[in-house]
């Protein structure tokens, strides 16, 4: 009997803890984020057992769709804190819009980049993928491939809107719960179609086979959390001026991650026409490492900038300071874990036999430094914009310009190094300190106290654990 008790006692407390991980709206937005970058790394492996140039195709394909959201300019993150602020009935922010307002933009938002990032898909995408198309051993098959990718567009498109939508009136964890499962099954089912029908076309369709179900269903949840009733309450603002209004900061946020991610991606896009498959693919892999790790190490932040906003509009400074600095520390020990943690285990899988082409430790030693020193910034540059003074657009426009420039001397000369250092040399200029002067001084930070607390103990972490990598990985070793 007290051993049937206790059975059931601890079920209760796993059950109890599954629920409380579910709920977290950081957890989730980690689990999202994870499950979307990772579905298209998990047939990788098998990919490489069909070519190494169909490995290549299909990093260089995901890596374009990745692209996508920087065409809509930085707007989503501007609707988040705009719907924020509407959605707890605040009048501190001056420029305040309505709920139904925000959504009919968000509407028209949709349908117009619907079409134009599909006719960029299209040409650019297609003129940028071709290269390692005529390297594959099926032509036809990759072609198929990369059509179904583009013409999916619109479908991604939808989640982004009603995930933008659901985050800004508060609702995170459900929605990214639902994401992420979608995206983990699209993963799996992407692997297994390539493994039966060693088809980059079939892996293609079954891949947005549960993307298709997420849409769905993250419409009808958002319907649930009011989208529908608010696209028919009555016009407050003429769509004009809230476009003007989300305009303002969006152009600027999404300049910079244009010129900034842009070119960090772009890096490994100009290297694949230069490179071989093995290269070309080793790289775009990297990035991919690289593109899990931002995504998961951005979640602190991204799950708590509705109630920075909140916490602003009510001035409580001290509040959101605190909260700030929490989700930074998350985010850096995230980057420091995941990113050491990749470069100890490149070379034990080598002598595990599991070894893929794969960037060397030097290379993913510039690339993890760029990373930490990216979401440093970027944690106090979040922080600082709940003021909806925007500024990305020159911080990540010089280090974009400073990229560009850097990689089309250093990429012909030495390859993936060159990008590689290209994109921490990118990182030094501005972007490592003077995000952090304008919070501290907006704010009144207590500084270096509040970034000795943060940045330090992740810091050291990570340099000690790329070190021991790269100690392994010599030759006499």
């Not at 407050?236 to 999404?254: I, N, T, Y």
């Not at 070309?280 to 190490?297: D, K």
């Not at 390859?415 to 990118?426: D, P, Q």
Request: charge should be positive.
């Amino acid at each position: 009997m007290a051993k049937r008790t206790t059975q059931e006692q601890s079920r209760k407390r796993a059950l109890h803890l599954f629920q409380r991980f579910i709920s977290n709206p950081s957890g989730m937005l980690a689990f999202s984020n994870l499950s979307r970058a990772s579905s298209y790394l998990l047939p990788v492996p098998f990919l490489y057992n069909l070519s190494t140039a169909a490995a290549a195709f299909w990093l260089l394909a995901t890596t374009i769709v990745s692209l996508q959201n920087l065409v809509f300019l930085g707007a989503p993150q501007i609707l988040v804190r705009m719907l924020a602020v509407a959605n707890n009935k605040s009048s501190r922010i001056e420029g305040q819009y309505s709920v139904g307002d925000l959504a009919r933009l968000m509407r028209l938002i949709l349908t117009v980049a619907s079409v134009v990032i599909t006719l960029l898909m299209l040409t650019a995408g297609t003129a940028a993928i071709a290269n390692l198309v005529g390297q594959t051993d099926d032509h036809f098959d990759a072609w198929a491939a990369w059509l179904v990718l583009a013409l999916s567009t619109p479908m991604r498109i939808v989640i982004l809107t009603r995930l933008t939508f659901l985050n800004g009136v508060g609702e995170i964890a459900a929605p990214r719960l639902a994401d992420g499962i979608a995206w983990a099954v699209s993963g799996i089912l992407s692997a297994a179609t390539i493994i039966v029908t060693e088809s980059l076309s079939a892996m293609a369709v079954a891949a947005q086979l549960p993307i298709i179900i997420s849409a769905l269903f993250l419409g009808r949840m958002a319907n649930r959390a009011g989208w529908t009733d608010a696209l028919h309450l009555r016009r407050e603002q003429h769509l004009s001026k809230v476009g003007r209004a989300v305009w303002a900061p969006s152009w600027r946020a999404g300049l910079g991650a244009l010129l900034s991610t842009g070119s960090r991606q772009g890096g490994g896009i100009a290297l694949a026409q230069l490179a071989s498959p093995a290269v070309a693919a080793g790289y775009l892999l990297a990035q991919n490492v690289v593109s899990v790790i931002m995504m998961l190490s951005a979640a602190p932040m991204q799950s708590v900038i509705h109630k920075l906003a909140a916490l602003y509009a009510q001035r409580q400074t001290a509040s959101h300071i605190a909260l700030a600095e929490q989700a930074r520390s998350k985010s850096l020990w995230t980057v420091s874990v995941l990113a050491g943690g990749t470069a100890l285990a490149v070379p034990v899988l080598d002598w595990l036999g599991f070894g893929y082409a794969f960037v060397d430790q030097v290379v993913w030693s510039m690339l993890a430094l760029g990373l930490f020193i990216q979401r440093y910034a970027a944690a106090h540059l979040q922080h600082y914009t709940i003021t909806n003074h925007v500024v990305w657009h020159w911080l990540d426009g010089i280090g974009g310009a400073v990229n560009i420039t850097t990689c089309i001397f250093l990429i012909p000369a030495i390859g993936a190094k060159g990008a590689a250092l290209a994109y921490l040399v990118s990182m030094i200029p501005v972007y490592l300190w003077v995000p952090t002067r304008m919070a501290v001084k907006r704010f009144d930070m207590r500084w270096p106290a509040t970034d000795l607390r943060t940045v330090t103990t992740p810091l050291v972490s990570l340099l000690v654990m790329l070190g021991l990598a790269n100690v392994i990985n010599l030759p006499f070793l």
